[in-house]
């Protein structure tokens, strides 16, 4: 257990670790992303305990969740790319292993439509309460044409 | 933005008999349209639950339909504070994904003018502090030193605070011929004139009072709620992106990270101080052996990314920013995500004002120095 590579390829779970120089980006499924996430806390040889970023990409037929972690003591950062069924988006949070997920999985619900199971606080976070649709997925329709030029 | 049944709560109609109170949106100590609903029991603070999205204009989307050069100057408006620093991860990111070599003289342009954001953004952030704490005459002190800053900026960009200096490849044009005289002025000013601020307020019994073990931030509550910048380091949480992942010619330099142990608003407040300090010794490192040559590589016209995904983070005056982008090979970003350090910031609030006192809040509130166009985008 000496490398990233090796801790990725024996202990995580996954269906494809791609290495863009030296960048990891692991594909998985929401089921696997369940067990990965307690793993990348749990263990003793590369703890993500940073997650410095999470978003969501609209593939047009599917979603895409994107978690960026780091480990702080190791400076090792990881991509994690979980796809999603676009007609029923869902995924377990990630707000119970880091904090920072709760208001950024807020901002996601809200602007795409994804639903975390389990969040503590889900709720419209940036649109007003009455706003219908998901405006950052591509099949959104601007009924007064105020954001694309 | 704010759901109408939390926002309207009254005394009794709360369980346990306390008070909900909204400060802001319209409020001077949030620094833009936040509003902070307030559950009190007498003066201390049961919860905090922040309210977003006054001032979002889905800038996210906006620069899905703008070109590779166009998107850069919509973040100028997102953290007005910073927008040098800003503009310039965007256009690192577009840089590494068309793989462009800067010229040496671009590079310390760009630098220079990220570092003089930074002591201008900390000024600032210093007499908006002790106003919000009822001290008026840090905010004139700070803005005499922070108007010679952006006078450099008018002369050599054209604009005060939304510069829309850097461009793919380097920036717009070269500096002008007075430029380091300028500097020099105001390094010279500064290094003069900041006895007095220590004086005023560092030093200050009253002011130290009011910010010392208030707002504790433990590292562990650090790293978990993904706080970055001035919160993170004074915590004793080493997260300076000049420092761990260097850019530019940030790793040829030599600068301490400012850290500060307590994790309390006092040390918040003296790990910008000496951030400045810091900020002054690169630019003279950086004024010192400045090249001549070109600011500006050559580009196409028109910017055309491969396709695949780009993410480029740098150190803003607030902390950690980021951009991430998704390019299908056409001539706009398919999808841009903009990582605010101040959003981040910001979800902490809550759990570090529980038990503290109303009054505590705005200084709380003042030392995670919110810029809330960034928060809201």
Redesign the interface.
């Known amino acids: 257990m000496n490398t990233l590579t090796d801790f990725l390829t024996n202990e995580i779970l996954c269906e494809k670790i791609e290495d863009i120089k030296g960048n990891f980006i692991i594909y998985c499924s929401p089921e696997q992303w369940i067990e990965m996430m307690s793993s990348f806390k749990s263990n003793k040889f590369f703890v993500f305990?940073?997650?410095?970023?999470l978003?969501c990409?609209?593939l047009k037929d599917s979603l895409e969740m994107?978690y960026?972690l780091r480990a702080?003591s190791t400076?090792d950062e990881i991509?994690i790319k979980v796809k999603l069924d676009k007609s029923n988006p869902k995924i377990e949070t990630a707000s119970l292993h880091?904090?920072?997920a709760?208001?950024?999985e807020r901002?996601v619900y809200d602007l795409f439509g994804v639903f975390f199971s389990n969040h503590p606080n889900l709720?419209?976070?940036?649109?007003?309460?009455d706003f219908e649709g998901f405006?950052?997925r591509k099949d959104f329709v601007d009924p007064i044409n105020l954001?694309?030029? | 933005?704010y759901?109408?049944k939390d926002i309207l709560l009254s005394p009794d109609q709360h369980q346990d008999g306390y008070t909900v109170i909204n400060i802001g949106p319209q409020h001077p100590s949030t620094h833009g349209v936040l509003n902070l609903v307030v559950t009190l029991d007498g003066e201390i603070i049961k919860d905090v639950q922040p309210n977003?999205?006054f001032i979002?204009r889905?800038i996210?989307?906006?620069s899905e339909?703008?070109s590779y050069r166009q998107f850069i100057y919509v973040t100028s408006r997102m953290d007005y504070l910073s927008s040098h620093i800003n503009n310039h991860a965007c256009c690192l990111c577009v840089e590494q994904g068309l793989e462009i070599e800067i010229p040496k003289r671009g590079q310390y342009i760009r630098m220079i003018m990220d570092e003089l954001t930074r002591v201008s953004s900390h000024l600032l952030w210093w007499g908006a502090q002790s106003m919000d704490l009822g001290a008026f005459t840090p905010y004139f002190y700070a803005f005499r030193e922070r108007d010679m800053i952006t006078d450099i900026f008018e002369k050599n960009c054209g604009a005060r605070l939304t510069m829309n200096y850097m461009v793919p490849g380097g920036v717009m044009w070269d500096v002008q011929s007075d430029f380091m005289d300028d500097i020099k002025k105001f390094i010279k000013q500064y290094q003069s004139r900041v006895h007095e601020y220590h004086d005023l307020v560092t030093y200050n019994f009253i002011f130290q009072k009011r910010m010392q073990h208030i707002g504790i931030i433990s590292k562990e509550?650090a790293?978990?709620?993904?706080c970055?910048g001035p919160v993170a380091r004074g915590s004793n949480?080493?997260?300076d992106i000049r420092k761990?992942?260097p850019y530019e010619l940030y790793s040829s330099l030599d600068f301490n990270e400012s850290l500060e142990t307590s994790g309390d608003c006092f040390s918040r407040y003296l790990v910008r101080i000496k951030e400045i300090d810091e900020s002054i010794k690169i630019i003279e490192a950086l004024m010192a052996d400045f090249p001549e040559g070109d600011f500006q590589a050559k580009t196409k016209a028109v910017l055309k990314l491969p396709k695949g995904e780009f993410?480029q983070?740098v150190e803003t005056a607030r902390g950690?920013f980021?951009v991430?982008i998704?390019s299908d090979g056409g001539a706009t970003p398919?999808?841009i995500?903009y990582?605010s350090p101040g959003?981040?910031n910001?979800?902490?609030l809550n759990?570090i004002s529980q038990g503290a006192k109303i009054g505590d809040l705005i200084a709380i509130l003042g030392t995670l120095d919110l810029v809330i166009p960034d928060i809201?985008r």
């Open positions: 305990d940073y997650m410095y970023c978003t990409v609209d994107n960026f702080t400076l991509q880091w904090d920072t709760d208001i950024l901002e709720k419209r976070i940036i649109l007003p309460e405006p950052l954001i694309k030029l | 933005m759901q109408t977003l999205g979002h889905s996210e989307k906006m339909s703008l509550d790293i978990s709620f993904g970055s949480f080493r997260c761990s992942y993410y983070k950690e980021g991430y998704v398919y999808r995500k990582r959003l981040s910001l979800s902490i759990k809201d």
